[in-house]
């Protein structure tokens, strides 16, 4: 509670687009929620409005802007966050409205990589995404600083040279980022090299679906795993037996739906191993009310880092989180995610044969992890004999 107190208190702004569901919004904002706790923030009240595309100006209408501009007078808020990406001159049309600080999808998702990087390799990756995400925004932070010092911002003023002065300095900064992380991706490029044939199974999902939980079951390692969005950035290699057939299982970090370009950009080194992968274990929360969605947005992440022809397996999680709730028989409403039983969920996804495995498990509670190792060990074997034809001893 006391550091509920002392955390930075914040609004979330969503527009609901034409033929979007109000209730697909407000699961995107529980997300952004999380988000924003994630990055350490409380989130004190949510807005939304109905229109046909955010507004190219100030993203809401000019009514709905004031009317934010008073509830964060209201509730204390600080922040104000908004789940979308905002264009430079949008956000800088906002700070002239809004006396607080301004955050939008981007920049929040970014803020929590930053706080959660722990190598070099990761720092690095994130730094460079933060300052491209920064460059275009410059004269809007340096606008909104004038105002609070009082100063005109008026071109040619201090301010104007200022904002030259950091373009050079991101600059260049960016232009060294960008060589160290060649540098790091020639390095693990040579040790991806030194593994020899080993098949690569590699771990994806959205974020906090339990991919690290499932590699610490499968590799009996230690990987670190929480209740978090983005727990996992770096890439994790570990090398895995079972029953004498070895192979190497990656854990990368999770996507998310609107992932930052500049993240995807400055993480597909990262996720090399992805790419390189012979199989991946699309691993997914099948207790999450938008489930499908994310599989979807897993998917299109896929293509865009060149992954999409991969062989997969799904695996969904969390299985003893799942909720169910029966229909009436005279019950004549639309059916929801909840009206459908796990056993239905199951025998759709079975249905669909061996061009899309899956399986159903719960990591945290160990329950058909078993099964789960089974049918990884028939698909690893499968890809080994196929390379090594005549090198089956192992078995």
């Known amino acids: 509670?006391?550091?509920?107190?002392?955390?930075?208190?914040?609004?979330?702004?969503?527009?609901?687009?034409?033929?979007?569901?109000?209730?697909?919004?407000?699961?995107?904002?529980?997300?952004?929620?999380?988000?924003?706790?994630?990055?350490?923030?409380?989130?004190?009240?949510?807005?939304?409005?109905?229109?046909?595309?955010?507004?190219?100006?100030?993203?809401?209408?000019?009514?709905?802007?004031?009317?934010?501009?008073?509830?964060?007078?209201?509730?204390e808020a600080g922040v104000?966050?908004?789940d979308d990406e905002l264009s430079p001159s949008q956000t800088r049309n906002i700070g002239k409205e809004l006396p607080v600080r301004i955050i939008d999808r981007t920049k929040l998702i970014l803020d929590i990589f930053l706080q959660r990087a722990t190598t070099a390799y990761a720092k690095t990756q994130v730094e460079l995404a933060?300052?491209?995400?920064?460059?275009?925004?410059?004269?809007?932070?340096?606008?909104?600083?004038?105002?609070?010092?009082?100063?005109?911002?008026?071109?040619?003023g201090a301010g104007e040279r200022e904002i030259e002065t950091d373009r050079r300095v991101i600059r260049h900064r960016i232009t060294l980022l960008k060589?160290?992380?060649?540098?790091?991706?020639?390095?693990?490029?040579?040790?991806?090299?030194?593994?020899?044939?080993?098949?690569?199974?590699?771990?994806?999902?959205?974020?906090?679906?339990?991919?690290?939980?499932?590699?610490?079951?499968?590799?009996?390692?230690?990987?670190?795993?929480?209740?978090?969005?983005?727990?996992?950035?770096?890439?994790?290699?570990?090398?895995?037996?079972?029953?004498?057939?070895?192979?190497?299982l990656a854990d990368t970090v999770g996507f998310i739906r609107k992932l930052p370009h500049q993240l995807v950009e400055s993480f597909k080194s990262t996720l090399d191993e992805v790419r390189e992968a012979d199989l991946l274990l699309h691993v997914v929360d099948i207790s999450h009310p938008g489930f499908e969605e994310q599989i979807e947005v897993v998917r299109q992440t896929l293509a865009e880092i060149g992954a999409a022809d991969k062989p997969v397996f799904m695996v969904f999680n969390k299985i003893d989180a799942y909720?169910?709730?029966?229909?009436?028989?005279?019950?004549?409403?639309?059916?929801?995610?909840?009206n459908i039983s796990l056993d239905e969920l199951r025998r759709s996804w079975m249905a669909r044969g061996?061009?899309?495995?899956?399986?159903?498990?719960?990591?945290?509670?160990?329950?058909?992890?078993?099964?789960?190792?089974?049918?990884?060990?028939?698909?690893?074997?499968e890809i080994h004999e196929g390379r090594y034809p005549f090198n089956n001893f192992l078995y």
């Not at 109905?50 to 809401?60: L, Q, T």
């Not at 925004?137 to 105002?147: A, D, F, P, S, Y």
């Open 354 to 381: 061996s061009s899309s495995p899956a399986i159903f498990i719960s990591a945290a509670l160990r329950t058909n992890i078993d099964a789960l190792r089974s049918q990884l060990y028939t698909m690893v074997r």
């Open 1 to 75: 509670m006391e550091n509920n107190m002392m955390a930075e208190r914040a609004l979330l702004v969503a527009v609901i687009r034409n033929r979007q569901e109000e209730d697909l919004v407000a699961e995107w904002l529980d997300e952004l929620e999380f988000l924003a706790e994630t990055a350490g923030i409380v989130t004190v009240g949510r807005v939304t409005q109905k229109m046909d595309s955010p507004n190219p100006k100030i993203y809401v209408g000019p009514g709905k802007l004031e009317e934010i501009a008073a509830m964060a007078r209201e509730m």
């Open 80 to 82: 104000v966050i908004f």
């Open 323 to 338: 909720t169910y709730i029966r229909k009436d028989a005279d019950d004549l409403t639309p059916a929801t995610r909840e």
């Open 130 to 156: 933060n300052y491209q995400y920064m460059l275009p925004r410059l004269t809007g932070l340096w606008t909104h600083l004038e105002r609070q010092r009082g100063g005109t911002g008026t071109r040619g």
């Open 179 to 248: 060589e160290e992380l060649t540098r790091i991706d020639r390095q693990m490029a040579t040790q991806r090299g030194n593994r020899g044939g080993m098949v690569r199974v590699g771990l994806v999902g959205y974020t906090n679906v339990g991919k690290s939980t499932i590699m610490n079951l499968l590799s009996k390692s230690d990987v670190f795993a929480e209740n978090k969005l983005f727990a996992t950035l770096d890439t994790t290699v570990r090398k895995v037996v079972l029953d004498n057939l070895p192979f190497l």
